[in-house]
């Protein structure tokens, strides 16, 4: 019953994510009317930029949630309520990702994006941690896990909180930081890809 | 093929509950227009606490249903059939979600929304009722099924249709009852926490 | 792999299915603006009979669907095909069911919602038929599929197709027989419960 | 733990194409006002084409990312990358497919779809022959899979990027060529088919 159990909180988080990260693209409005329909359509750049980003960042969260998943070895009513919790944010960012769309200039589109992605952040790091203290992760993959909790894990909540400050300043300066988060991914691709081989090795 | 029919029947669940909770988003709307934005915005708090509540009554109600499924060992007609009726009002939640959202000084978005909410947790308790009544629930799993049929899940479906003669009187009323029973998870959470524990125990 | 994928198959079915049936709550619209909010919600009641039978009308289909599919041992690329078409029919039905809710009083609502359903109707049929002509079906399991490609399993697009004249003649009138139809699930749901218990027997 | 994780990006994949094929519905809007609402729907029917067009383009990306994802014998952080880049063209097409049905005149809407769906086609062609180049495949399926990274999987963003000096021209002959690459899906289909039956025989 419990692998049951896991398999379909797996399901139901793959298919909230699966559908958030769909609905991105109800962020992108079809000019209406019939003037300048290509000017109109070409100044939407920000708006697919923005897009692009978001698909990263929600792409990103599922990635390190599918692979968190995949070792644990059981689960308790507390981490289903912090797994809850993290996909509220998740559901927002289709909400946030059109706000920072039509309004990039004004301080707020920025403040709540940051807002909604650094708490993300935070329950991620939640729920790993506590699923490594209370022993929910196979003894096989604490070495896998691990890193997703450590100090590197902070990462992408610190950037995203310290953007807050800087979105009053200067919105576009904090969506420049949140897009070399999202180029910095390759680095962090090499240090996951070895991560994957580790773990390759020692279930072949 | 009973084995895959329930896999299914779960999944499509699953994928219904996954959609319901994400689309809860759309009851957010981006401020159109560009002047006072930051105001706008903030003034949507309501509409953000309307959003967290309604995430957490779909999520308890996805719970209670996993648990529930996963305590099978056959379904038939009239099972599926209540689950689909059960489905039919859980879609309706972003509507209601949205209503309340956009117009929670009115009397009439309390009661649809109580309305809809009370009739979900009946169709649910009907249903639970009826797989123990008829024999679906496997025989070891009866005790951790129980009590999802028993007394305190009537208080779901309770609160919901005594907070709508309250709505007449007070929306306001009505919504921080239904607040409570969300602040009043945390102790439902243990209770439920022990009902893991025991079958992790039996499972193992 | 084939058994991989037919179950990929039969999932992106069930999610296609499950989200078609859950945007069926975009057909009823948060009214906007503040004034009479309580009539302008009292006058959906159409709508939500509307949204109501088509979550009937999708939730049959797909109840259909997911038996046939638990009784294929294989598939070939024209039967991808005819399933393809028939979600293609199935994703319209948010999209028919909105029309008939906004216009009822129209000719024009009630003749698309009923030749898409028909169209669905018949590529379901033309579906299992193939299957069971191309011995896709496994043998132990043709006497539980043939009843959903005989006679009575034209009921359903016959039904659709006669409403067309009806509905120019009035459009109420039409409605009324899908209801009789939804209404007759009943009598349906036993002839299926049989079968749900003589496979049962079977399989155990 | 690769079985698992395997799994998993299939069904996200699949969430997310049964999601973005589903939102298509959201490109045919309901007429809103009560004047001619006949001749209103009727005019829809460049949008109906559009849809199917759509439908079966998203399908048949579908349809080719399923056969290849069951050859899988292990996947990499790289081919993960890929297959979200992958992705994140496919969840634009309800954008691009709105913006064809409302525009079709301009040639800016040809122009954006044909550029999204050839980047989309190219992707998926990366996707396949770097999982072909490093060892990804199971040699057993390496026949299967060849055909999809080969000369004749080509022919999709080929055709596409050749539509887009054309939709300069003229956006209805940019629409003429899709329409044929769709009409020419039966051809590709007895070969789809013929591929089908010899992995039968192998598996069998």
Redesign the interface.
Known sequence: ??E??LN?????T????????????LS?D???G?HE??RR??EQWPDLLT??LS??VV?RF??VH??F???LR?F???L??LN?LF??FI??V??TT??LG??AD????PV?YATVLGLAGLCNLAMIRYALAGGHVRDE?RATTEPFAGRAALVIPVVFFASIPVAVLSPHVSEAMWAILFFA?PAR??R??RT??A??TT??
């Open positions: 019953m419990e049951t159990g379909r909180i797996g399901a139901f793959d298919g909230v994510f699966a559908i958030a990260i769909t609905l991105l693209v992108l079809v000019p209406r019939d329909i290509t359509v070409l897009y692009f698909f990263a792409g599922w990635i599918h692979r998943f995949a070792t059981r308790d009513a507390r289903v309520q809850m996909l509220a559901v927002l289709p909400y059109q706000l039509d309004h004004d301080t707020v589109a709540v993959d991914w691709r090499r996951l890809q994957v081989e773990s390759d279930s072949s």
